[in-house]
Each structure stands twice: as C-alpha cells, then as structure tokens.
C-alpha cells in the first residue's frame, strides 16, 4: 500500500490516486451527494449520509476496507474499494465496488481504480472476488469481464429505489487465481 500517492494518465489529463482516510470523509459526503439517484442504487449503504461515511472510514482504519480515491484538479473523480467478508468462513472473498462521476466515465479513471483495487486484494490474499451492478451497467460489466468476471447470480427485485421500483442485481465473481493462471498462459503476466 506504499505505492500511493501515483499519478495516473487518463484520456484526458491526469489523476492521482491515494487511499482514502478520515480526512477525506467532507469531500466523499460532497461526491456521493452529486451523483444521480440510479448510480447509488446497487451501492449496499446510502453513502450520501455523514454517518454512513463515518462508518466507512471506521471501517478502514479497522482494516476491513480499503480505498483508493481518483482526484483531477483538486477534484475527487471516483473511487474503488475492496470490502472484505466479516463471515468467517468467506475470509477468502472480498467485494470490489468502483463508481466514478459520469462526466468522467470515459476517462479511463473506473479502468484505473478497478486494477489498483485488483492489485490491493491480490495483496491482500483475497482469492475470490465478486462484483455486484444493475443490469444496465453495461460498460462496467464490460470492463469486469475484461478482468475475467463472469456472472454468478442474478438477484431478481433485490433493489428498491426511492421511487418504489424494483430493479434487478447482477453479481459477477472472479476466481483470482484461475484469473492469475490464464493470464500467465497467455503471456500476459
């Protein structure tokens, strides 16, 4: 985790990614608060309440998340983060979420901040790792095939917005090491 701060070229200039801490707690309330309602939808807690990015922040310094944030211009563009299970049995899966603000969404940051986070859980010896999206989402499942996701469960009505509708919840997994072992075969490594 000593490799952050770094600097990141995107398709249009340049970010720095750094790993979230208290101090960054106003500045996540004001992103999360700025996005549209869909794209908090499949988030599993409201994180544009100031009790909940407490919670978020106790839960780093715990060691159970961590987070990497994308900044352009003093700005803060998007994140991802790994959660790790508090199941005992599931210490071996971790649950990676990216989201990135939608003016930016061709930048390259979400591309970014998934392999950093990809990085971290392979550092920290998480050897399955599931992502969960609406079924619209499509450039994310597009990119979290890319790192060899693939559909594990589809959760019928699981999200209710707040308008009452109902929306279904695709779950992607990745075996880390079969991941790791294909990539070496093909001579990608």
């Known amino acids: 985790m000593e490799s952050f701060p770094k600097q990141v070229e995107l398709n249009k200039g340049n970010a720095e990614l750094h790993l979230m801490t208290r101090a960054d707690e106003q500045r996540m309330l004001a992103f999360a608060q700025s996005l549209p309602e869909h794209d908090l939808m499949f988030l599993r807690r409201d994180i544009t309440r ?4 407490e919670a978020w922040v106790d839960k780093i310094e715990a060691g159970g998340t961590v987070t990497v944030i994308a900044d352009q211009d003093g700005e ?5 983060t790994l959660s790790f299970s508090d199941y005992s049995w599931s210490r071996h899966v971790a649950e990676l979420r990216v989201m990135v603000r939608p003016d930016k969404r061709d930048s390259g940051a979400g591309r970014y901040l998934t392999r950093e986070v990809f ?47 109902l929306h279904d919840v695709l779950v992607m997994a990745v075996n880390v090491q079969a991941m790791l072992a294909k990539r070496d075969a093909f001579g990608l490594g």
Do not use: C, S, W
């Not at 100031?50 to 990015?53: A, K, L």
């Not at 803060?76 to 991802?80: A, L, N, Q, S």
């Open 119 to 165: 990085r971290l859980a392979l550092e920290n010896g998480v050897e399955k790792m599931i992502a969960r999206m609406t079924l619209d989402q499509t450039a994310a499942r597009k990119l979290f095939q890319e790192l060899g996701f693939r559909p594990e469960a589809l959760l019928e009505d699981e999200v209710k917005d707040r308008h009452g509708e």
């Open 76 to 80: 803060m563009i998007g994140y991802g």
């Open 50 to 53: 100031p009790d909940v990015i």
